[in-house]
T-cell receptor
Framework: GENVEQHPSTLSVQEGDSAVIKCTYS??????FPWYKQELGKGPQLIID?????GEKKDQRIAVTLNKTAKHFSLHITETQPEDSAVYFC???????????FGTGTRLLVSP | DTAVSQTPKYLVTQMGNDKSIKCEQN?????MYWYKQDSKKFLKIMFS???????INETVPNRFSPKSPDKAHLNLHINSLELGDSAVYFC????????FGYGYTFGSGTRLTVV
């Protein structure tokens, strides 16, 4: 089955810096790659996703890139703000009755 | 508000008891899920229902029994609770299509503590 690895497990940056979180997946049939943000005491919230027919997607300060050949995808956050502090999860799934398989999470801390 | 809502938010119970968690979504999604998040924040799927039909059943002890009375509701009943069942349980929902996957919408979670 699918296995998703995520790095780093913790990431500390200064406000205004960029943050990059990287994931690798194992199943070449995976074609959907969402990213979730989980704040303390809340459920994961979808922040951006990318499909395998696209190499890059951007939404304001966040962007995701996908390298299908290497089975890598990454989340890029620019101009980080303290409210970006949270746990971020990558995930991967295939078509049909999908089962999202999550990475192990990255705790991002943005210091003012 | 359109959302996935689950109750209760907190559940503290003794070992050996039986408890239920309820979930409802008003997003018109056709698929619902239960995920377990352990103390290290790892999210693992337990069950998935599509239009009331069980389609994913991971290696979960038989003490866990999901039920979906309709496609907007998915409940989780747990028998003979054990200390190791302590975790946060998340309900989620999504569309399911024949093309690419779809994002999930998660509920706010039920923190289960078994003492």
């Amino acid at each position: 089955g699918e296995n998703v690895e995520q790095h780093p497990s913790t990431l500390s940056v200064q406000e205004g810096d960029s943050a990059v979180i990287k994931c690798t997946y194992s199943d070449s049939a995976s074609n959907y790659f969402p990213w979730y943000k989980q704040e303390l005491g809340k459920g994961p919230q979808l922040i951006i996703d990318i499909r395998s027919n696209v190499g890059e997607k951007k939404d304001q300060r966040i962007a995701v890139t996908l390298n299908k050949t290497a089975k890598h995808f990454s989340l890029h956050i620019t101009e980080t703000q303290p409210e970006d502090s949270a746990v971020y999860f990558c995930a991967a799934s295939t078509t049909g009755f999908q089962k999202l398989v999550f990475g192990t999470g990255t705790r991002l801390l943005v210091s003012p | 508000d359109t959302a996935v809502s689950q109750t209760p938010k907190y559940l503290v119970t003794q070992m050996g008891n039986d408890k239920s968690i309820k979930c409802e979504q008003n997003l018109g999604h056709d698929t619902m899920y239960w995920y377990k998040q352990d103390s290290k924040k790892f999210l693992k799927i337990m069950f998935s229902y599509n239009n009331k039909e069980l389609i994913i059943n991971e290696t979960v002890p038989n003490r866990f029994s999901p039920k979906s009375p309709d496609k907007a509701h998915l409940n989780l009943h747990i028998n003979s609770l054990e200390l190791g069942d302590s975790a946060v349980y998340f309900c989620a929902s999504s569309f399911t299509g024949t093309g690419f996957g779809y994002g999930y919408t998660f509920g706010s979670g039920t923190r289960l503590t078994v003492v």
